[in-house]
Nanobody
Framework: QVQLVESGGGLVQPGGSLRLSCAAS????????MGWYRQAPGKQRELVAR???????NYANSVKGRFTISRDNAKNTVYLQMNSLKPDDTAVYYC?????????WGQGTQVTVSA
């Protein structure tokens, strides 16, 4: 059974950086377009960034120029480099395929941006 495990979250001050990792137990991350999603308290889950198998990327307007998604197919891992973090980036971050597959949702990793 394929599992996606997110890591790398934490507490960071505004303007700081974090790098999230999404490790897949199977090879799905090298087969499918992968995405990073986030859900803030009281809000719906939203797509933050996605990356195709060929490396093409797409970002939500709110994170363009600050976040970078990448993938290492050999390691079955997808990354999200987050720079210039803002309090509005506070959320639980998840990875999944794009479009999503409900059985791939993991526990996510909490990112809190606060002074």
């Amino acid at each position: 059974q394929v599992q996606l495990v997110e890591s790398g979250g934490g507490l960071v001050q505004p303007g700081g950086s974090l790098r999230l990792s999404c490790a897949a137990s199977g090879s799905i991350s090298s087969i499918y377009t992968m995405g990073w999603y986030r859900q803030a308290p009281g809000k719906q889950r939203e797509l933050v960034a996605r990356i195709t198998t060929g490396g093409s990327t797409n970002y939500a307007n709110s994170v363009k120029g600050r976040f970078t998604i990448s993938r290492d197919n050999a390691k079955n891992t997808v990354y999200l480099q987050m720079n210039s973090l803002k309090p509005d980036d506070t959320a639980v971050y998840y990875c999944n395929t794009y479009p999503t597959f409900r059985y791939y949702w993991g526990q996510g990793t909490q990112v809190t941006v606060s002074a």
